[in-house]
């Protein structure tokens, strides 16, 4: 089992680097990165976690919802609904602060595998705000840029028990 790593927390200026995109795949220093990645993401129970938060400007992200963890590397949003839906987020990166959220509530993800496979997943929902989340964090944004109302979110935390998104 890999290591946590410690993570950015606001208003850290690494958090505002734009990550650039991984053309080595499959290596063992991205196979471990991955899980420590997710050691980080557990440890915290949150549910997505992008490499810009340990420090590491790479377009790499994991996002873990009911289903085992997700590894996006060099992700692109395409094929946007018009609709957007505002709801509470939360960063690891910005504890304790959370906020309302305008996002597209449905997209499709263009990205690869640890080992280069691409992969195409269509997302709605939570799943759909998680991807543009970690998406934001890999171009230097954070939920902050985008919230149109700060909330404690404690409630909604302690309701579902997690903290949310990464
Ligand atoms: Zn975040």
Do not use: W
Request: hydrophobic share 40%; with cysteine.
């Amino acid at each position: 089992m890999k290591s946590p790593r410690p993570v950015l927390q606001y208003p850290n200026d690494q958090l505002k680097k734009i990550a650039e995109p991984i053309t080595d795949f499959g290596t063992q220093i991205l196979r471990d990165t991955v899980k420590e990645m997710i050691a980080t993401m557990r440890r915290l129970r949150g549910i997505g976690l992008a490499a810009t938060q340990i420090g590491l400007h790479k377009q790499l992200a994991v996002i873990e919802l009911k289903d085992g963890p997700l590894v996006l590397i060099n992700p692109q949003i395409s094929r946007c609904s018009k609709k957007l839906e505002e709801d509470e987020e939360g960063c690891l990166s910005v504890p304790t602060v959370f906020g309302m959220v305008p996002r597209y509530t449905e997209l499709v993800l263009d990205a690869f595998d640890i080992d280069g496979k691409p992969y195409t997943a269509e997302a709605h929902g939570l799943f759909a705000r998680v991807i543009q989340h970690e998406y934001d964090h890999l171009h230097g944004k954070l939920f902050l840029d985008r919230s149109t109302r700060l909330t404690t979110g404690l409630d909604r935390a302690r309701a579902l028990g997690i903290a949310l998104t990464g």
